[in-house]
């Protein structure tokens, strides 16, 4: 059985940076790509970006090009999202989730984490 | 960015219900729309991929179907448990973008 489990809840002060974990199991964790997802309060859901847990290809939303780094730890099946910079805006539930690459070639996502609050105030 | 625009935004109904969610792409998008939905305090759960195949697991009265840009969901007849935020996605291209959202609600 797939699970996601992610790291607690953060505040941080603006300017600062967080990193948010996401532990795998139950899964070829290398075969996968994972993505994270924001919501914010009263907005819809937000892209930020993926990695290939495999050969740790990253890709990015021009969204927060410059602000997130997306890693992995193949030995704990674990992926890590790296927001910089912290604003209010930023203040969301932050969702890893697991990717399925259909057949003609896009991405679903059919497996969530739990959901990470992070708060930014001062 | 392709735009993604949910109708109605929310939508009131009853158990045994009809219901439909209709979500528009801002240009085409192929059949590469996925939909979600999402109870309060929890994560989103797919329920359809590619525009119209149903998740293993999710009960057959949900519903995808397309007609060029436009999308729609139905779910046949609302169960007590049915009752959520609906989301549709699309990954034509990147950046990934969601709808904003229809709340279902009694």
């Known amino acids: 059985q797939v699970h996601l489990v992610q790291s607690g809840a953060e505040v941080k002060k603006p300017g600062a940076s967080v990193k948010i974990s996401c532990a795998a199991s139950?899964?070829?964790?290398?075969?996968?790509?994972l993505h994270w997802v924001r919501q914010a309060p009263g907005h819809r859901l937000e892209w930020l970006g993926w990695?290939?847990?495999?050969?740790?290809?990253?890709r990015y939303s021009q969204n927060f090009q410059g602000r997130v780094t997306i890693t992995r730890d193949t030995s704990t099946t674990s992926t890590y999202m790296d927001l910089t910079s912290l604003r209010s805006e930023d203040t969301a539930i932050y969702y890893c989730a697991r990717a399925i690459l259909h057949t003609w070639g896009f991405y679903y996502f059919d497996s969530w984490g739990q959901g990470t609050l992070v708060t930014v105030s001062s | 960015d392709v735009q993604m625009t949910q109708s109605p935004s929310s939508l009131s109904a009853s158990v045994g219900d009809r219901v439909t969610i209709t979500c528009r792409a801002s240009q085409t998008i192929s059949s590469y729309l996925t939909w979600y939905h999402q109870k309060p305090g929890k994560a989103p759960k797919l329920l359809i991929y590619?525009?119209?195949s149903l998740q293993t697991g999710v009960p057959s009265r949900f519903s995808g179907s397309r007609s060029g840009t436009n999308f729609t969901l139905t779910i046949s007849s609302l169960q007590p448990e049915d009752f959520a935020t609906y989301y549709c996605q699309q990954s034509y291209i990147i950046p990934i973008t969601f709808g904003q959202g229809t709340r279902l609600e009694i």
């Open positions: 590619g525009a119209s």
């Open positions: 990695i290939h847990a495999g050969n740790g290809n990253t």
């Open positions: 139950g899964f070829d964790f290398s075969a996968y790509s």
